[in-house]
């Protein structure tokens, strides 16, 4: 991800840059809240409290932080080839097939912990599947990635429609939906782990996605930096000509990016799907495809930064929640104007602060060569 500004040392791009705009967004925010005539500081309080304050609160967000770590890291594989994918809510959509194909067919012969590894492999390939031709379209026709992933999503929508409505639905049922699972297909919620620790869930639903997610996040860091295929997908995105000059296949790496992009936002499905409804529903994705492109922007594109960014959209889904039911003059249309100014700032405003933080860092930096000795420069 090429920026047209000087490079900034890592603790001020990855780190203080973004907390700056979050606390930016959360400002603006705050006078949103005042002008509706309540108070932000008890706004703030109310929505920490809704995330984190109870143990089935704590759940709920860390249930959400999941789907924004694997849509967050899908965006991101795709972002570091120079790829825009804008298609993780269509491709979460297919891949919640591929997982409830396996769980329709297995669920009964096989248990959990061996249905799950099955699982992710059709989420994640039904995923990349569907990202593939997007892919092919861009590398081999030119066609433009936002445009064909945007297209996509409704492309998803309506085959999953027809499924559900149609080969899918089972006999005698009005719901648009897939039989219930049987337990082999059924994820265990992590409710007995956060017991041992004193904090009890209550119905929330985290299950074990959330560590399959934190699994997804360091093969990802390890893919990206720390393989021969993530320097080159780098390169690719940080300068197609010197891709191609080095002899890169650039059809490859686009296809390879964007296929492991759709797979990983194929993933996302295993949490609703296989970990909390236990079938498969329509419009399960619930936005988490589109949320996981201000993760990737926030977290920089690193699984280190995509962590955090997850956990705060995970705060802002449940504590907003919260608030909402706790403070009747905010509505549910509020929390989602103070989630759009968090978007707005982290993402299409992500250099806003840029200019003014780079050049306090650039007179910072001169004021202490200047002020180091001669002999220690030596």
Known sequence: MSRPYAKLPAIVDYGLIPILNVAVAFLVAGLVVLIVGESPLEAARLMLRGAFGYGEGIGFTLYYTTNFILTGLAVAVAFHAGLFNIGGEGQAYIGGLGVALVCLGLGSLLPWWLTLPIAALGGFVFGATFAFVPAILQARRGSHIVITTIMFNFIAASIMVYLLVGPLKPMGSMQPETRTFEAGAQLPKLKGLFESFGANLGGAPLNVTFFVALAAAFAVWVLIWRTRLGYEIRTLGASPKAALYAGMNRTRLVVIAMSI????????????????????????PAGAGFVG??????????????????????????????????????????????????????????????????????????????????????
């Open 261 to 284: 992009s759709g797979g990983l936002a194929g993933l996302m499905a295993l949490n609703p799907v296989m970990g909390d409804q236990y079938r498969l529903q329509i419009d399960f």
């Open 293 to 378: 492109i201000a993760v990737a922007l926030m977290g920089r594109g690193h699984p280190a930064g995509i962590l955090p960014a997850a956990l705060l959209f995970g705060v802002l889904y449940q504590g907003g929640a919260e608030l909402a039911f706790d403070m009747p003059a905010i509505s549910r249309d509020m929390i989602v104007i103070i989630q759009g100014l968090v978007i707005l700032f982290a993402g299409a405003l992500e250099n806003m602060l840029r200019p003014m933080i780079g050049a306090g860092w650039r007179r910072i930096a001169l004021r202490s060569t200047r002020s180091t000795p001669v002999a220690e420069i030596r």
